[in-house]
Nanobody, 122 residues
Framework: QVQLVESGGGLVQAGGSLRLSCAAS????????MGWFRQAPGKEREIVAA???????IYADSVKGRFTISRDNAKNTVYLQMNSLKPEDTAVYYC????????????????WGQGTQVTVSS
């Protein structure tokens, strides 16, 4: 089992920045692929970014150039730095962990956090 706890969400004005953190426990963190997903009201959950065991990353087209995913294996933590935030980034952001060998864009990750709300005002 893997436990994931997100933090760092909140209310920010358009153009501002936030950094989300996700602390993992229960399994060797370096052996996990990690992802950030988001879900806005009335919409499906979607990939924001993901990072592999080796540090390779993928991003949704909507956040490329604005968001950066990173991981600190010594702290068992994955981060999502969000810059130039837009009102359409408003959503609940979820951290997820996956045991698969491939880095996935789909939501079939093995473990999920409870989510943290990000609200961007115009």
């Amino acid at each position: 089992q893997v436990q994931l706890v997100e933090s760092g969400g909140g209310l920010v004005q358009a153009g501002g920045s936030l950094r989300l953190s996700c602390a993992a426990s229960g399994r060797t963190f370096s052996g996990l692929n990690m992802g950030w997903f988001r879900q806005a009201p009335g919409k499906e959950r979607e990939i924001v970014a993901a990072i592999s065991r080796s540090g390779g990353s993928i991003y949704a087209d909507s956040v490329k150039g604005r968001f950066t995913i990173s991981r600190d294996n010594a702290k068992n933590t994955v981060y999502l730095q969000m810059n130039s935030l837009k009102p359409e980034d408003t959503a609940v952001y979820y951290c997820a962990a996956d045991l698969s060998l491939m880095l996935k864009r789909t939501t079939n990750y093995d473990y999920w956090g409870q989510g943290t709300q990000v609200t961007v005002s115009s």
